[in-house]
């Protein structure tokens, strides 16, 4: 009886460390391979399952695969595209299965947040009553830190690091300028919902007196008069104001205040453009010059300054997944479990997809201060283990060495094609 081979794919927006969950499925498949056949990775994510466009991973060196680790963003493409519920298309889950029954796929790792282990329970669900069973585990990643039952979720850990950097540095290029320049600066960061990112800025000092002086999230219905008072307050008191808003920062009502009027893939309202919108409230009601600057990507592919926890952890969730289909596990997701804060211990646990699924990890309320405009101590303490460490990629040249894959496809073997 042949081995049954693996399919992988990665969801979703990327991080600095998704591929090196991804190092750590391949690897780990590779040292059962009495147990386990090849691993597919989906060209373009789940997409490249519906197209029967599937990489042979195995045609790839050990260097090669090894270097993921250090490598940013998507190796082997990701996409956005949600699966709609089985009572409204049943076809596309139906042809998941066929692609794996064709190539002889047993297992199911798939790399993504809330949709993503909402996808692989439907399939995990589907494929017994189809009698062709396929294990399926979710192996998260998300920056946003909003899955459930994960201490934390891998890819968060080194955007924390980065957008905490970024507030130190440029808080201090903003001070040695505000007597003649610049006041106001204000970053704005990623974050629809939950304020973990935005949260993190405040690793970078402590105090009211230390930026960011004012941190704007999500989970605090934001008030244009309380937020103008607190920067004139701040630039009188210190002489300047550091503001790092996340993209989600909304009103009472629920109005986002960078809502740009169009949805994206997953249906979800469409943002960008909180801190120039801020800015121009500053300007129009204290005319105090100012800067702003939006992390976007650069936040989520900064593998340089990576944190080394968050490498660990991502590594580990991606062998562990593997582990635990070995083990006959099915329809669940590695998470991490913390064990103490201080000195920082954690461990590989797991928890249903059907629990995970489409649910939405906020910030606590103890997490945020009275006033609504930074961190407590609690918070701190949360934080601070996850930014810890780093993990430098080799460099060449003065510029970080990256994975060079050929990701070659396989023959496909359906005569159906498959638009998306």
């Given amino acids: 009886m042949s081995l049954k081979n693996a399919f992988y794919a990665q969801s979703g927006g990327v991080t600095a460390v998704i591929n090196a969950s991804a190092c750590g499925v391949i690897e780990t498949a590779r040292e059962h391979s009495d147990k386990i056949g090849k691993v597919y990775a989906g060209r373009n994510g789940i997409i490249g399952a519906l197209r029967e466009e599937l990489i042979d991973t195995s045609l790839e060196s050990r260097e090669n695969i090894a270097a993921l680790r250090y490598t940013p963003a998507g190796a082997f493409g990701s996409c956005r595209y949600k699966l709609k519920n089985l ?133 605090v219905p934001f008030h244009r008069e309380k937020f103008l008072a607190r920067v004139e307050e701040c630039v009188n008191r210190v002489g300047y104001c550091v503001i790092v808003a996340s993209e989600g920062a909304q009103y009472e ?14 249906g979800h309202t469409q943002l960008g453009g909180v801190a120039p919108a801020l800015a121009n409230m500053v300007k129009q009601a204290l005319g105090y010059k100012y800067h702003w600057a939006v992390a976007d990507y650069l936040q989520r592919a900064a593998r340089h300054i990576a944190s080394r926890t968050d490498v660990e952890q991502a590594y580990a969730v991606g062998k562990a997944a593997v ?32 629990q995970v699924a489409n649910q939405e990890k906020k910030m606590p309320i103890h997490y945020i201060r009275d006033d609504g405009f930074g961190i407590t101590a609690d918070c701190r303490e949360y934080l601070s283990p996850l930014i810890a460490g780093e993990d430098f990629p080799p460099f060449e040249n003065g510029l970080p060495c990256v994975a060079k894959l050929g990701n070659t496809l396989i023959e496909k073997k359906l005569k159906t094609t498959f638009d998306v």
């Fill in 87 to 219: 009572d409204e298309n049943r076809r596309e889950y139906e042809r998941l299965i066929e692609v794996f029954r064709a190539h002889d796929i047993g297992y199911f790792f798939y790399n993504g947040g809330g949709d993503s282990q909402d996808t692989a329970y439907k399939v995990s669900q589907l494929s017994e009553r189809m009698g062709y069973p396929i294990t399926c585990i979710g192996v998260p990643k998300t920056v946003d830190n909003d899955l459930p039952f994960t201490d934390c979720c891998p890819g968060f850990g080194s955007v924390a690091k980065y957008v905490a950097t970024s507030t130190l540095e440029a808080s201090l290029d903003i001070r040695s300028m505000c007597e003649s320049s610049t006041k106001v600066f204000i970053m704005e960061v990623m974050g629809r919902h939950a304020g973990w990112i935005a949260a993190s800025a405040g690793l970078a000092g402590q105090g009211l007196d230390e930026p960011p002086h004012i941190i704007l999230f999500p989970e």
């Fill in 253 to 266: 009502d629920g109005r986002f205040l960078a809502d740009a009027g169009s949805k994206d893939a997953f």
């Fill in 323 to 354: 582990e635990f289909a070995l083990a006959g596990k099915n329809a669940v997701m590695p998470i991490i479990v913390r064990e103490q804060s201080s000195p920082y211990r954690w461990a590989i646990g797991e928890a249903p997809l059907s």
